[in-house]
């Protein structure tokens, strides 16, 4: 260390023109180590066999899923978007990226940008600044579950601090799990806004890797249904007998809450959302939509035979059979293609809340990556998820207010000054929490639609406790997996029941909470989170199932936006000078 400080001392008094010339050396040598990962998607609508059903869907480059972007800490992704739907906008949302000092790229349609319009091209350029998995998809009207949408797998950088604590010799598999419908976004969007409401329903499949089977004899014998259809063969994922695997997991469904599994395989969850989580094993796997995760698992089952991958409806009442795919052993004597022996696995319970609970509440930071919370809050936000009717139409509100998105995207209009674009009064930041009852049907009769949203204070630490109600009908109440946008929060606890303020934040832990940008609230229970508003831009908060922020659940925040950069002429191209929308 002497001899270190000695050295420092002699530079301290060198040259500065030496000074200069080393740090010029460094700064290269660090752009050097970074790289550029260039994409050109085009979007376009193809027929495809998900499910064996032939059925139209929106492809990148003609496929979906879409392509997995892979990049390593620290480089910068450019995705040239090409929008060949001809009738249709387009919107790509990076999930789980930041987009430090990019806020434009982030995605979202009336929030960050305008659409991409009929023939028309965009640029998306990020950096991706931290290791982990994630995904993409759609964020215009319910595209995501038309098949616009796909994995993002950084690696850590040569040397980082974030380096995997944990090892594994077997390579890496992705599994991306989703629902799927044989009805079209246009008609779900439709029913939902319909008078009375038609709802979306149970999706006809679960797909793993875009891939799923529909029981074609259930249909008409004149249907577009192909069982040996190629698009349709299960998945197949190889594993050396011995070694050990990463699966990178994530979950794009439009509605269902997932429960996965590999059978005869337990797994180690290391990974959640980017973040490395205290190793802890499970049988199966509670996924949420706009969860990821990564677990272990060890090749050390009977090579001879193959092994389901299961993924299961919990949380809601399960309408859809269980999406599969194949775990097969390299020297086995059974065909990789061979379905296994056995039924496929069929999950917990799907109603059993106090199991799924028990998962979240083990999902803790990894001791040697936590990072402890500030210690309190400059502001606290409760927002009440409830069932209305507004104009005789079923919506989801926050506090009353059904979420709506501005024609004029809030960063053009915010960094622009078109305050007339977009309701200036803020939503209530609070509710009746003290008599408010959770397990009961309310009318809410005041309900109301809205754009406002809420301005935050540059730097400060912001607590939101989410809580879950009953809906409509009685006693009913549905797993929502909130997304921020913009930033990983630290998920500081759930309960059960109406939130007390008074009392539960005692309950917090602060010690190792994991930080993630997904986290389920579950049927009638609370989840508070806490996040620093240091993100110049302006961020959409929200379930993640399609049709709920469809129908309103969410909101917006809004965080140094004076401290934002000059925006892209091309996220503008549907506002006007006068602020209006072509």
Not at 74 to 99: P, S, Y
Not at 145 to 171: H, K, R, T
Not at 358 to 377: I, K, N
Request: aromatic fraction near 10%.
């Amino acid at each position: 260390m002497r001899g270190g400080g000695a050295m420092e001392s002699s530079l301290l008094g060198a040259n500065p023109r030496l000074l200069c010339c080393l740090f010029l050396l460094w700064a290269l040598a660090a752009v050097a180590e970074a790289k550029t990962v260039h994409k050109q998607w085009d979007i376009s609508y193809q027929f495809t066999h998900s499910d064996c059903v032939r059925k139209l869907a929106v492809t990148i480059n003609g496929r979906t899923p879409g392509p997995t972007i892979r990049a390593v800490q620290g480089d910068t992704v450019v995705v040239t978007v090409k929008n060949l739907l001809m009738t249709e906008n387009v919107a790509i949302h990076w999930h789980g990226i930041r987009q430090l000092g990019t806020p434009w790229a982030d995605g979202t349609e009336g929030v960050t940008q305008c659409p991409i319009l009929p023939g028309d091209a965009f640029e998306y350029r990020f950096v991706v600044d931290r290791p982990g998995t994630y995904m993409y998809h759609a964020h215009y009207g319910m595209q995501r579950s038309a098949g616009l949408n796909g994995m993002i797998v950084v690696a850590a950088a040569p040397g980082s601090a974030d380096a995997e604590p944990f090892a594994y010799d077997g390579g890496e598999h992705e599994v991306l799990l989703n629902d799927w419908w044989h009805k079209s976004t246009y008609e779900q969007a439709a029913g939902l806004a319909a008078v009375p409401i038609v709802w979306v329903g149970e999706p006809q499949s679960l797909l793993i890797n875009g891939r799923g089977r529909y029981n074609c004899s259930a249909m008409a014998p004149d249907a577009a249904c192909n069982a040996t259809h190629p698009e349709c063969a299960a998945q197949v994922f190889a594993v050396v007998p011995g070694r050990t695997y990463r699966f990178r997991i994530a979950s794009v469904t439009s509605l269902s809450a997932l429960n996965f599994e590999i059978e005869g395989h337990e797994m180690t969850v290391v990974e959640t959302d980017g973040h490395y989580v205290k190793p802890f094993v499970v049988k199966n796997l509670n996924i949420y939509s706009g969860e990821t995760y990564s677990v272990l698992i060890k090749a050390d089952q009977d090579p001879n035979r193959n092994y389901w991958l299961a993924s299961n409806v919990v949380s809601r009442k399960p309408g859809t059979p269980t999406g599969t795919a194949v775990l097969s052993y390299y020297g086995g004597r059974s065909s990789p293609r061979a379905p296994p022996p056995t039924a496929p696995p069929a999950g917990p319970a799907w109603n059993d809340s106090a199991y799924r609970i028990r998962q979240s509440l083990a999902t803790v930071a990894h001791p040697e990556h936590a990072h402890p919370p500030p210690p309190r809050a400059d502001r606290t936000i409760l927002l009440l998820n409830s069932q209305n009717k507004i104009d005789g139409r079923i919506k989801w509100a926050i506090n009353n207010v059904s979420f709506t998105l501005p024609h004029t995207p809030y960063l053009v209009a915010l960094k622009h000054g078109l305050l007339g674009a977009f309701d200036q009064c803020p939503p209530p930041e609070t509710y009746n929490h003290t008599g408010y009852d959770v397990y009961g049907v309310q009318a809410n009769p005041n309900a109301t639609t809205s754009d406002g949203l809420y301005r935050l204070a540059f730097g400060s630490v912001v607590d939101v406790v989410l809580q879950n109600a009953n809906m409509l009908a009685p006693n009913n109440s549905e797993t929502h997996p909130w997304h921020l946008h913009g930033h990983d929060f630290w998920t500081l606890g759930y309960g059960v029941g109406r939130f007390d303020p008074a009392v539960h934040p005692a309950t917090y832990n602060l010690r190792d909470p994991v930080m993630k940008n997904t986290v389920a609230v579950h049927p009638f229970g609370w989840t508070a989170l806490r996040f620093r508003a240091d993100n110049p831009g302006v961020w959409a908060f929200h379930c993640h199932i399609e049709a709920h922020f469809f129908m309103g659940m969410g909101v917006a925040f809004e965080e140094g936006i004076e401290r934002v950069g000059d925006l892209p002429e091309e996220i503008r191209r549907c506002v006007s000078t006068k602020g209006g929308h072509h």
